[in-house]
């Protein structure tokens, strides 16, 4: 059974800085594909970042504010957040997609950004 957790919510002011973690465990597992998605109240889900090999991939409203990291070895990946704007405020998921199993959604972790 897989499950990822993600930690490192909570309320910043605009302008800040937040890093969001992710841990995928399970046994023998076989990543492919990591990305962190958001959803803000009244809105569906959005794409915001994406590691995959070496690639990454970032939504434009976040390009040059955010950087994803992947550790394969940990089988980790992080959300480093900067600039941080009230736009931003959303529940954010981790996704996981694998070679040999089913993608899988983490619970999320509330972001606020708000003076």
Do not use: H
């Amino acid at each position: 059974q897989v499950q990822l957790v993600e930690s490192g919510g909570g309320l910043v002011q605009p302008g800040g800085s937040l890093r969001l973690s992710c841990v995928a465990s399970g046994s023998g597992l076989r990543i492919y594909y990591m990305a962190w998605y958001r959803q803000a109240p009244g809105k569906q889900r959005e794409f915001v970042a994406s590691a995959i090999g070496t690639s990454t991939y970032y939504a434009g409203s976040v390009e040059g504010r955010f950087t994803i990291s992947r550790d394969n070895a940990k089988n980790t990946v992080d959300l480093q957040m900067n600039s941080l704007k009230p736009e931003d405020t959303a529940v954010y998921y981790c996704y996981a997609q694998f070679l040999d199993s089913s993608p899988s959604w983490g619970q999320g972790t509330q972001v606020t950004v708000s003076s």
